[in-house]
């Protein structure tokens, strides 16, 4: 119960942030005339978009004892929601991947859009580099804009209706979570005897535009 308590949890405060984050981005593709980034810059915005989402999720999972005044690590709650989190970054890296496998398979053309797969790769180490570093220095986690986000996302799920629509997204995001652990440990089918490709051969597509899926 306390594991999907946590997961419906953290799944609300991911759909805030991305609902947040998307503005962000509309603001700043307007005040750079709605150009399409270049690779450098639009993995550098996933990259700051990581770590503000590692942050946010390392400050729900830590609490603070104000009588101490020090930090208390709740060891399964901390490892509970790095996993969480992990497994929410893995799979939108899956989902995404299947839709370059469909895109390729059916020869279907994708809207230009930089992307590397190696850089993707890179963001997900990334993310789990800094939460061992805040796991180490908790004190990181308090700062302007990590409590910016904090106070934002809190407003937002104590809102009316987007705090129910929130909440309804937090629901299926624990369906979807059980989803993918069901299919992980479900047996796999035979291999057919058809020709063979190549996994890396999607690669040379690139990523679809469709920021809603961020």
Request: hydrophobic residues 50%.
């Amino acid at each position: 119960m306390i594991l999907v308590t946590l997961l419906f949890k953290l799944g609300v405060r991911f759909a805030i942030f991305n609902f947040i984050w998307f503005f962000i981005e509309t603001i700043f593709k307007m005040l750079t005339g709605m150009r399409s980034p270049q690779l450098a810059g639009l993995y550098t915005q996933k990259a700051l978009k990581y770590i503000f989402l590692v942050g946010i999720t390392f400050a729900y999972c830590l609490d603070y004892a104000p009588n101490e005044p020090s930090y208390v690590y709740d060891w399964q709650k901390l490892a509970t929601g790095g996993l969480i989190l992990m497994l929410y970054l893995l799979g939108k890296f899956q989902k995404q991947q299947e839709q370059f496998q469909m895109f390729s398979r059916f020869q279907i053309p994708v809207p230009s859009r930089p992307y590397s797969l190696r850089l993707e790769i890179t963001l997900l180490f990334i993310a789990a580099l800094v939460f061992i570093i805040l796991f180490f220095n908790p004190s990181l986690s308090e700062n302007l804009l990590v409590n910016w986000f904090e106070k934002n996302i809190r407003s937002l799920e104590k809102a009316f209706l987007l705090g129910f629509i929130f909440q309804v997204l937090g629901f299926f995001f624990v369906v979807g979570v059980f989803m993918r652990l069901l299919q992980a440990f479900r047996p796999k089918p035979p291999k057919s005897n058809g020709p063979n490709q190549d996994p890396d051969s999607y690669t040379q597509y690139e990523d679809v535009s469709n920021q809603h899926l961020e």
